[in-house]
Structure formats: structure tokens, C-alpha cells
């Protein structure tokens, strides 16, 4: 007999769990919902090709990426920016703008597994196309900051850039076209050795390299600004943009945005505004949301418009809410019959059909289990009350209502339970 694993980098969830993801899945969909936004969703494999163009090295190194029956190549979606935006230039482009979406779903990517680092994960992502950059930009964080509030997650950092920056830097030294590209994907892994090594090779003097590194490595609120305007000696393209962005979003109620000009992102796609939030609970894997603002629009065939978004990392979302210690609802059942004797499972039934119609989540023993262990499984259910009918409840009419936090038993008519249930006298 052959014993079957999951696949490496997947998970399987149970009840409990499940129930504290569709908790947190709810309040992302509620928030998204109360900022306009509205749900899409888009197949599981796409062409492989819609991939290739732009998503990057990365990704696509890491795509599962086969071809089907039909010699077609396929790949398992390893994000759902490019598939929502092959769906938008399809069907969604002579809509009223802005085209407002959001979705969850799972991506695929193959990676080397750790904690926080699946092969197969969930997204919850949103999408603002066609509205102007600096507006969809803010909208687009506040969305994200406001979901994380909207979840309890506390203790986490945005860190805002702007790719006009870093090419203007780059190309201030000389640096161009694929130089530029690759010395972009060392600063996005913040590879500053490699960086160095980099910039020698090409013959960039180590003043300006010096110069350079100061710049991207200013964090910080406003001042970090003016600083990084000062070290460039020079205005840069975009630091008035992001002086901007702060500003915008301080209205929004987010005081707390800090700069980060060496944010690049993995991903080849983005244009201008870059953000990427870390929940540092989390160590190594502690980015739980990435986004900007790209164009890929006009590479499916569309017309060009502005378009901003991002991914919340769905499940480094539930393991910093863990590490946190935030409180997420745990549901159970408001009632677990425990019958004794076949009359009593009749009347058990009955009872059971009755608060189900009333939507009150109940269940009842189905293993014929005697009263110690029936409850010790309405206890695992997390059920707030047993109702125990034995043979002497059966033939005066009643049960007895025990709390399973106190262990205090009570008995009520039997034609009390569905009241007692509704008016919270239970
Ligand atoms: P991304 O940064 O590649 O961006 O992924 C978004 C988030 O997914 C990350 O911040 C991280 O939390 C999570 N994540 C990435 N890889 C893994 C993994 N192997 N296991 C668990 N979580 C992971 C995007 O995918 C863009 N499409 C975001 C976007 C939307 N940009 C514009 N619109």
C-alpha cells in the first residue's frame, strides 16, 4: 500500500484553521469593498508567454510551466497582476474608469520551501486602472494600510520608493538599459557587495558609487527626502512625486509612510511608484505585501493607462496575526445534543432540525457515545452547550442544558430550547 505526502512547499488546513483564514479573507473583501473596489477572478493557468514578457527573471525561474495535451505551453499563474490585466484588455477596457478590482486566489511558484516560503500560496491582491498616477497610487496604499488595520495586524512598516529615482540616480552615473536593470535586481535583494563589484566593472569611480549608496540606503519620513535631495547635490525626477504621495496619504489618516529609495521589486513590470510593507514579527520572510504602479496594459494589446496595485502574501499574513497574538474568532457550535437511547436521538433530531432552521450552529452525537466522552467531543467542537437528553428528560419533556465553561447544568422544558437559544437565556 503506498502512503501518499502532499507535495513539498504545500499545505493542507483543517477546520480551525480554515475558519481563521476566512475570518481575516472576510475583513480584506469588506475593506476592499468599503474603497470601491470590486471582486475578479481569472483562470489558474494562463499561456506561459503572458508571464515571460515582464514579470521577470525571478518569476519566471520559478514558474511551473508545462506543456498540455495540446502542446500548448501553460504555466500555473506565480501572480495575478498580468492575468487580471490580460483580463481587463479583453473585457474590462470600455468600462467606466477607474476599473477598480480585487481577488484572492492561489499562485504557484517554485521556490525552496521555509517557513513563510510556500510552493503554493494565496494572494490577496487589488488593482486600480485608469485613474491618474498620484491618485491611484495613494489609493492603492491606503487600501493596503487600512486592511491591515482592518485585520488587527499591528507593528508592521511601508516602505515607499520610486523607480524614476533610481534610474535617474543610475543613469546620473552612466548606468543604462540592461546595466540598469541588473544593478536594479541587486538592490531589490539588497546586494550592495554585489552592487560594488558591479559598478567596478563597469568603471563607475567610487566617489559617485559612495554617492550612490548613501542615496538608496536614506530611509525615513520627510527628512529622508530633503536628505537624499542634499546627497544628490541635484533634484532627482520623483522626490517631489513622493514628497507628494506622503502628504496624500497623511490625509488618509497614515502619518507613518516612510521612504525607501532602494526599493526596487522583483518583478520587471513596475514604472514609478514602488512599496513594499514587512511585518519584521516574521524574520526572514517578512515581506507580507509588495506592489506600484507598472504598465502592462499596452503589452497585452490595450490601450496605455496608469495602473497601481499589490499582493498581500495571504498566508504571512496569518502567521504574523500568530506571532502577534491577535485575536481572531474562533466559531464553534452554540449547541451539541447528546441523546441517551434511540427515542432520545428522535426527539435529538427534532430539536436539531429546530435550531438549524434558526440558524444556530448545532450538531448532535452520531457515535451513540455515553455522556462522558459524547461531551468531551462537544468540547474538541468548541460547543458553548450540550443538550442532554436522557431517558428521564425524554419522558417528563425537558432537557438539561450544561455549560461547557462552567460545567453548570440547568434543566428546561423541551419546548424552551429554540427561545432559550434566541433570547440569550441559554
Ligand atoms: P510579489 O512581491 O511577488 O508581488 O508577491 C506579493 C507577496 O506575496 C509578497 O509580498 C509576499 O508576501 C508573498 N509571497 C511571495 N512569494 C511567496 C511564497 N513563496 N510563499 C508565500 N508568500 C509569498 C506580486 O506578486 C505582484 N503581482 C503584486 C502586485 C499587484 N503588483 C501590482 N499589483
Redesign the pocket.
Known amino acids: 500500500m503506498t502512503e501518499f505526502q502532499r507535495p513539498r512547499g504545500t499545505r493542507d488546513f483543517g477546520p480551525e484553521e480554515m475558519a481563521r483564514r476566512r475570518f481575516v479573507e472576510a475583513r480584506l473583501r469588506s475593506t476592499a469593498e468599503l474603497f470601491g473596489f470590486g471582486e475578479v477572478m481569472t483562470p489558474t493557468f494562463e499561456d506561459t508567454a503572458l508571464f515571460v514578457e515582464r514579470s521577470g527573471e525571478g518569476i519566471i525561474n520559478e514558474m511551473y510551466a508545462f506543456k498540455d495535451k495540446g502542446k500548448r505551453d501553460i504555466a500555473l499563474r506565480p501572480?495575478?497582476?498580468a492575468p487580471v490585466m490580460r483580463f481587463y484588455v479583453n473585457e474590462l477596457q470600455n468600462r467606466p474608469k477607474p476599473v477598480k478590482a480585487f481577488y484572492f486566489g492561489s499562485v504557484f511558484?517554485y521556490?525552496r520551501p521555509q517557513s513563510?516560503?510556500?510552493r503554493e500560496?494565496f494572494?490577496f491582491?487589488a488593482?486600480l486602472i485608469g485613474a491618474p498616477s498620484m491618485e491611484s497610487d495613494a489609493e492603492v496604499i491606503a487600501l493596503a494600510l487600512w486592511s491591515l488595520e482592518s485585520i488587527g495586524l499591528k507593528d508592521t512598516a511601508v516602505r515607499i520608493g520610486n523607480l524614476d529615482i533610481l534610474k535617474g540616480l543610475l543613469g546620473n552615473i552612466g548606468i543604462t538599459g540592461e546595466d540598469q536593470a541588473a544593478c536594479r535586481r541587486m538592490i531589490d535583494k539588497a546586494d550592495f557587495e554585489g552592487l560594488a563589484k558591479h559598478l567596478d566593472g563597469l568603471g563607475v569611480d567610487r566617489l559617485k558609487q559612495r554617492n550612490l549608496m548613501d542615496i538608496i540606503k536614506t530611509k525615513g519620513g520627510k527628512e529622508a527626502i530633503a536628505e537624499a535631495r542634499q546627497l544628490a547635490g541635484a533634484d532627482i525626477p520623483g522626490m517631489d512625486y513622493l514628497e507628494g504621495m506622503l502628504d496624500k496619504l497623511a490625509v488618509y489618516g497614515f502619518e507613518k509612510c516612510n521612504v525607501d529609495f532602494a526599493v526596487a521589486r522583483?518583478?520587471d513590470y513596475y514604472t514609478g511608484m514602488v512599496f513594499e510593507i514587512d511585518s519584521p514579527c516574521l524574520g526572514a520572510e517578512k515581506?507580507?505585501?509588495?506592489?506600484?504602479a507598472?504598465q502592462l496594459a499596452e503589452l497585452f494589446g490595450g490601450e496605455t493607462v496608469n495602473s497601481t496595485?499589490?499582493?498581500?502574501?495571504f498566508?504571512?499574513l496569518m502567521l504574523a496575526l500568530d506571532n502577534s497574538g491577535a485575536q481572531i474568532p474562533e466559531p464553534g457550535l452554540k449547541a451539541y445534543i447528546v441523546p441517551m437511547g434511540e427515542a432520545a436521538r428522535m426527539k435529538a433530531l427534532e430539536i436539531l432540525r429546530m435550531l438549524r432552521t434558526a440558524n444556530i450552529p448545532s450538531d448532535m452525537d452520531l457515535m451513540g457515545r455515553n455522556i462522558s466522552k459524547a461531551l468531551a467531543y462537544a468540547n474538541s467542537a468548541r460547543a458553548e452547550k450540550a443538550i442532554i437528553i436522557g431517558e428521564k428528560e425524554l419522558a417528563e419533556g425537558s432537557v438539561t442544558v450544561r455549560d461547557m465553561q462552567s460545567g453548570e447544568q440547568t434543566k428546561y422544558p423541551m419546548s424552551d430550547v429554540l427561545r432559550g437559544f434566541l433570547k440569550g437565556i441559554f
Open positions: 501572480e495575478l497582476t511558484r521556490e513563510g516560503r510556500y500560496f494572494q491582491g488593482e522583483g518583478l515581506q507580507i505585501c509588495g506592489g506600484g507598472y496595485g499589490y499582493a498581500f502574501g498566508d504571512r
